[in-house]
T-cell receptor
Framework: DTGVSQDPRHKITKRGQNVTFRCDPISEHNRLYWYRQTLGQGPEFLTYFQNEAQLEKSRLLSDRFSAERPKGSFSTLEIQRTEQGDSAMYLC?????????????FGPGTRLTVL | KNEVEQSPQNLTAQEGEFITINCSYSVGISALHWLQQHPGGGIVSLFMLSSGKKKHGRLIATINIQEKHSSLHITASHPRDSAVYICAVRSSEGVGSQGNLIFGKGTKLSVKP
């Protein structure tokens, strides 16, 4: 399977714990995006990388959230001191420049439940 | 008010019906995407368009840049078309201008046999 993969698919944690999610984009895709989706809503942008550089972060991304893409391939999203409001589906997508081919390919998501 | 609005929120159709889902947006855009999301979360990109019309099989997407409106049409609908259809725009102004998408809330389509 050469699509976008995410790990884990499901995570249940207690409030106050730290969690880390991983995203493996389609190889050679230079852009990687993180989105969050709550029930009944469309996805919301969190942050994106071009290669290893984090180019933009949403206001939604509080200081408890950090994302990395150290070698320009896979990315991790860490949430520290989780809160119940962090419960959501976390989606990763990747795409390949140039602009005209910037179709985003989505992973299956990681569903986080904070108890 | 959301920057991307979709209508209807929910749509039930009989197999074979022609279906239209609408998307209106309030920001300047460089591209508009139609996405399909199945239960369980998987999202598939259907179309990316910046003008005119695109067709893929039974799916047709149109966009009117002047009216800031796009439609997704499904001809000869089938139960396997049942999913949430999401409209998303890449803004050409302010937040979102670097490539991230602004999403509508989605239209839940259910096609009955």
């Amino acid at each position: 399977d050469t699509g976008v993969s995410q790990d884990p698919r499901h995570k249940i944690t207690k409030r106050g714990q730290n969690v880390t999610f991983r995203c493996d984009p389609i190889s050679e895709h230079n852009r990687l995006y993180w989105y969050r989706q709550t029930l009944g809503q469309g996805p919301e942008f969190l942050t994106y990388f071009q290669n290893e550089a984090q180019l933009e972060k949403s206001r939604l991304l509080s200081d408890r959230f950090s994302a990395e893409r150290p070698k320009g391939s896979f990315s991790t999203l860490e949430i520290q001191r989780t809160e119940q409001g962090d419960s959501a589906m976390y989606l990763c997508a990747s795409s390949l420049l140039p602009e005209g081919t910037d179709t985003q390919y989505f992973g299956p998501g990681t569903r986080l439940t904070v108890l | 008010k959301n920057e991307v609005e979709q209508s209807p929120q929910n749509l039930t159709a009989q197999e074979g019906e022609f279906i239209t889902i609408n998307c209106s947006y309030s920001v300047g855009i460089s591209a508009l995407h139609w996405l399909q999301q199945h239960p369980g979360g998987g999202i598939v990109s259907l179309f990316m368009l910046s003008s005119g019309k695109k067709k893929h099989g039974r799916l047709i997407a149109t966009i009117n840049i002047q009216e800031k409106h796009s439609s997704l049409h499904i001809t000869a609908s089938h139960p396997r078309d049942s999913a949430v259809y999401i409209c998303a725009v890449r803004s050409s102004e302010g937040v979102g201008s670097q490539g991230n998408l602004i999403f509508g809330k989605g239209t839940k389509l259910s096609v009955k046999p």
